[in-house]
Each structure stands twice: as structure tokens, then as C-alpha cells.
């Protein structure tokens, strides 16, 4: 199978979608992440997936981070932490607690590094 191809067969598994968030210095950054899945549940722990090269990878390193579950009418908010500029997007942040959560998701988890 060549890459198109099983990058294709790959794209045709729905997943959920969240927004890993964090505070770089004071300013909110976020990353786009649809791999992601429960580990343990005592003690709790979830596990994101992010390219180690990425640079949400290195901004992120040792920060507390949010893990926001997305809903559908929030698509403009994945396209956007993809990397894909939405000009009239207005995020609407919670930056109460360690680390900023995006008001309007379906769930969400304060998480630290483990």
C-alpha cells in the first residue's frame, strides 16, 4: 500500500477531535488532536499524541495543559489550532487555573505532565 493510499484508508476512521491547550509565558497556545484516548482511570491519565518534532511539542514541554473535547459546531476551532488561519475566529478562552480552557467544549480535562 503506498502512503496516499494508506493515508486515505486512515482518514476514513471517524475520531473525536480536541484542542490541547496550555499557557506559553501568558499568552494561550493550542494544538489540534484527534489522537487521543483513556489510559487509566485510577490513577487517571489520558494520552495525547503529538509529533515530536512539532513545535506545540517543545512550547508544551513540562506545562500543565487542557484537553478541550470538541463538538461539531466547533470545526472552525480544530481548523484553526491545525494550522489552518480562521480571520474572523474569536476564541473564546477560560483562563482561570494552570493552564486555559476553551469555553463552549463538550468536555474538558486539566491535565500536568505525568
Given at each position: 500500500m503506498d502512503g496516499r493510499e494508506l493515508r486515505n484508508c486512515f482518514g476514513k476512521f471517524p475520531t473525536g477531535v480536541t484542542?490541547?491547550?496550555?499557557?506559553?509565558?501568558?499568552?494561550?497556545?493550542?494544538?489540534?488532536v484527534n489522537s487521543f484516548t483513556s489510559v487509566s482511570l485510577d490513577p487517571p491519565?489520558?494520552?495525547?499524541?503529538?509529533?515530536?518534532?512539532?513545535?506545540?511539542?517543545?512550547s508544551m514541554k513540562d506545562k500543565s495543559f487542557t484537553i478541550n473535547i470538541l463538538s461539531d459546531e466547533q470545526e472552525s476551532i480544530a481548523w484553526q489550532f491545525a494550522g489552518s488561519k480562521q480571520e474572523t475566529l474569536e476564541i473564546d478562552w477560560d483562563n482561570k487555573g494552570i493552564s486555559p480552557k476553551i469555553n463552549g467544549s463538550v468536555a474538558w480535562m486539566k491535565c500536568k505532565p505525568w
Open positions: 484542542i490541547v491547550s496550555w499557557f506559553d509565558g501568558k499568552v494561550q497556545k493550542g494544538i489540534t491519565l489520558a494520552l495525547v499524541s503529538i509529533h515530536k518534532e512539532a513545535k506545540a511539542c517543545t
